[in-house]
């Protein structure tokens, strides 16, 4: 199956960093924008942040100056470099490709907006607490 492979998930403490990454597992990263998810439990799923082909990016409000993404196409992986992490940031985080970027990050992803995105994987699970 295809899929992307996220990992670098784990505990941190409150202020910390983490970076995590988002690997296409038997197949090229897709030429088109790229979408990091994240769901907290107990919640739905919001989209955090977006890299197009040519590495621009869009964020959240809530991750705008903290976060960072990237990619390497040459290594098929997207990357999301989480600094000043908080508490909140508790979740699990998943990618997953789309044609455009979007450019607004406003509520959850409504069940029958999943299939407008290729390539879920399983998610790495952030913890932030001290």
């Known amino acids: 199956q295809l899929q992307f492979v996220e990992s670098g998930g784990g505990l941190v403490q409150p202020g910390g960093s983490q970076r995590l990454s988002c690997a296409a597992s038997?197949?090229?990263?897709?030429?088109?924008?790229i979408t990091w998810f994240r769901q907290a439990p107990g919640k739905g799923r919001e989209a955090i942040s977006c890299i197009t082909n040519d590495g621009t990016t869009h964020y959240k409000d809530s991750v705008k100056g903290r976060f960072t993404a990237s990619r390497d196409n040459a290594r098929n992986t997207v990357y999301l470099q989480m600094n000043s992490l908080k508490p909140e940031d508790t979740a699990n985080y998943f990618c997953?490709?789309?044609?455009?970027?979007?450019?607004?990050?406003?509520?959850?992803?409504?069940?029958?907006?999943?299939?407008?995105?290729?390539?879920w994987g399983q998610g790495t699970q952030v913890t932030v607490s001290s």
């Open positions: 038997g197949f090229a990263l897709p030429n088109s924008g």
């Open positions: 997953a490709a789309s044609g455009a970027c979007q450019v607004r990050f406003v509520g959850f992803l409504l069940p029958q907006q999943f299939v407008e995105y290729d390539y």
